[in-house]
């Protein structure tokens, strides 16, 4: 567990996924994560992401403290070649949750002596994710198919 605020938390991925499968049919999370001609996920690619994400880095569930609980709007994963991060509940997207959440990434990657991060692509149209990885020291290093890939040195 990583306890990032009073109210913020990231929570080790445990193979139990089903609410998020609400945010993969969301179509403008689509387009913004996997394309426009991307389709809505089904359990079973929910899952098979999920397990994949887990194999390649640290999978976590990105959890606000809402009363006394903490419930999930969003994952992100924790590896030297990528960082996706999705903010899965609507109401939660241009709070600043994101900033924190690399913040905190890239202090435990500096705790298992990674010496930079890379984000593989963001689409050139995806202006938020952007904004968000440029104000976390990201910059760009490689114009992809769709966009750039990132790089951040710790």
Request: aromatic fraction near 12%; hydrophobic fraction near 35%; include cysteine.
């Amino acid at each position: 567990m990583i306890q990032i605020t009073d109210t913020l938390r990231l929570r080790p991925y445990d193979g139990k996924c089903k609410f998020a499968l609400e945010w993969y049919q969301d179509r403008e999370l689509l387009d913004l994560v996997d394309g426009k001609e991307s389709r809505p996920y089904d359990m079973e690619r929910l899952i098979k992401m999920y397990e994949y994400l887990s194999n390649r880095g640290e999978l976590y569930f990105i959890e606000i403290k809402q009363g006394n609980d903490f419930v999930p709007i969003g994952d992100v994963t924790l590896s030297i070649e990528d960082l996706p991060i999705v903010i899965g509940e609507k109401g939660y997207r241009g709070e600043g949750i994101g900033s924190k959440v690399i913040e905190a990434l890239k202090l435990r990657a500096s705790a298992l002596g990674y010496k930079q991060l890379g984000v593989r692509e963001i689409y050139d149209y995806n202006i938020a994710s952007q904004k968000l990885f440029e104000k976390q020291g990201f910059n760009k290093v490689k114009k992809t198919d769709k966009g750039y890939s990132y790089r951040c040195i710790l």
